[in-house]
């Protein structure tokens, strides 16, 4: 297995109309989500190889999610269903700007009650990358089986993989929500932050240079800053640069990160030697800014991320 995605995986409720409160909402649409879980969709959409590790609920939801990965072509050996707990729900409004705001259901989810005696160490260790985010960091048991498979994909050999994905109301406070974050930050290789997180974990507001390889560390390879429509800024050990974003028509923000780090992903696994290639890497980010774009032209995260022909269709169109 190429790239193997660990953490949460959810149903996201979006209301049927943008720009309402969620009480205001008339109704709502289910959505399957979770960002690891959106990744590992992203990379089999785009024709790479994928698995997915983590847990939901043996009921409607959680079974339902399971066929998603089936449908989308991601192995599913090592998503867990527990009979006790109910899988995640998360109730997303999309403001106007098809910016969203969160209020989630998760006392205690499914997702937050894997082991580490539960993971399917098999799927973990044939990883080339492991990818993971933070949401599983918050609680016990899930914070130790998230340790445990990022050393034991470590140790097989793998590349990590750290998108953040700073989810506030989820933790107990802004402090320890830093302080989780970063207390994994020096192991990942690859790490993609957003503009708004980056203010979040530096604690200044300019987005800039200084302040992004304030988050530099001996081990990384690259570090990725996510601007919206603005594009994103990469840094190496030995380059540093921006690549421009696509206009498109938003109507949805959700998963655009996540279809982002999956394109990016698909392509370094099939050649890690991008990373220390600027005019390569440069390509492959204008290839994951167009994935990116597309997710926002329609509402949800997966039935919006794009296949590589949707992709190349628009880097054309721009060009």
Same mark, same amino acid.
């Given at each position: 297995?190429?790239?193997?995605?660990?953490? %949460?995986?959810?149903?996201?409720?979006?209301?049927?109309?943008?720009?309402?409160? #969620?009480?205001?909402?008339?109704?709502?649409?289910?959505?399957?989500?979770?960002?690891?879980?959106?990744?590992?969709?992203?990379?089999?959409?785009?024709?790479?190889?994928?698995?997915?590790?983590?847990?939901?609920?043996?009921?409607?939801?959680?079974?339902?999610?399971?066929?998603?990965?089936?449908?989308?072509?991601?192995?599913?050996?090592?998503?867990?269903?527990?009979?006790?707990?109910?899988?995640?729900?998360?109730?997303?409004?999309?403001?106007?700007?098809?910016?969203?705001?969160?209020?989630?259901?998760?006392? *205690?989810?499914?997702?937050? =009650?894997?082991?580490?005696?539960?993971?399917?160490?098999?799927?973990?260790?044939?990883?080339?990358?492991?990818?993971?985010?933070?949401?599983? #960091?918050?609680?016990?048991?899930?914070?130790?089986?998230?340790?445990?498979?990022?050393? $034991?994909?470590?140790?097989?050999?793998?590349?990590?993989?750290?998108?953040?994905?700073?989810?506030?109301?989820?933790?107990?406070?802004?402090? $320890?929500?830093?302080?989780?974050?970063?207390?994994?930050?020096?192991?990942?290789?690859?790490?993609?932050?957003?503009?708004?997180?980056? %203010?979040?974990?530096?604690?200044?507001?300019?987005?800039?240079?200084?302040?992004?390889?304030?988050?530099?560390? *001996?081990?990384?390879? #690259?570090?990725?800053?996510?601007?919206? $429509?603005?594009?994103?800024?990469?840094?190496?050990?030995?380059?540093?640069?921006?690549?421009?974003?696509?206009?498109?028509?938003?109507?949805?923000?959700?998963?655009?990160?996540?279809?982002?780090?999956?394109?990016? #992903?698909?392509? !370094?696994?099939?050649? *890690?030697?991008?990373? $220390?290639? %600027?005019?390569?890497?440069? %390509?492959?980010?204008?290839?994951?800014?167009?994935?990116?774009?597309?997710?926002?032209?329609?509402?949800?995260?997966?039935?919006?991320?794009?296949?590589?022909?949707?992709?190349?269709? =628009? !880097?054309?169109?721009?060009?």
């Amino acid at each position: 297995m190429s790239i193997v995605s660990f953490g %949460e995986f959810l149903i996201d409720f979006v209301p049927t109309v943008s720009g309402v409160s #969620l009480a205001e909402a008339p109704g709502f649409l289910k959505a399957p989500g979770g960002a690891p879980a959106n990744v590992a969709i992203a990379v089999a959409r785009l024709g790479g190889k994928a698995a997915f590790i983590g847990k939901v609920g043996d009921d409607e939801f959680g079974i339902m999610l399971g066929g998603i990965l089936k449908e989308n072509g991601v192995d599913g050996k090592g998503l867990l269903y527990d009979k006790g707990a109910r899988t995640a729900l998360a109730f997303v409004t999309l403001r106007a700007d098809g910016e969203r705001e969160f209020m989630f259901y998760r006392n *205690p989810s499914a997702d937050m =009650l894997l082991t580490a005696e539960e993971l399917n160490l098999e799927v973990i260790r044939t990883a080339k990358i492991f990818h993971y985010g933070s949401i599983s #960091l918050i609680v016990e048991p899930c914070r130790s089986a998230h340790l445990k498979a990022m050393e $034991e994909a470590k140790k097989a050999g793998a590349l990590l993989s750290y998108d953040p994905n700073l989810r506030l109301p989820l933790w107990p406070s802004e402090k $320890e929500a830093r302080e989780q974050i970063m207390s994994i930050w020096d192991k990942a290789e690859v790490i993609k932050v957003s503009d708004n997180e980056l %203010e979040f974990l530096t604690g200044c507001d300019k987005i800039d240079d200084e302040s992004a390889l304030s988050l530099w560390h *001996p081990n990384l390879k #690259l570090l990725l800053v996510t601007l919206g $429509e603005n594009g994103c800024r990469y840094y190496t050990k030995n380059f540093k640069g921006a690549v421009g974003a696509f206009k498109v028509d938003t109507v949805d923000t959700t998963g655009a990160g996540d279809s982002f780090v999956g394109a990016l #992903l698909t392509k !370094i696994v099939n050649d *890690p030697s991008v990373i $220390e290639n %600027e005019p390569k890497l440069r %390509e492959v980010l204008t290839f994951a800014n167009a994935c990116g774009a597309i997710t926002t032209t329609k509402k949800g995260a997966i039935p919006a991320l794009p296949a590589e022909a949707d992709a190349l269709s =628009l !880097i054309n169109k721009k060009a």
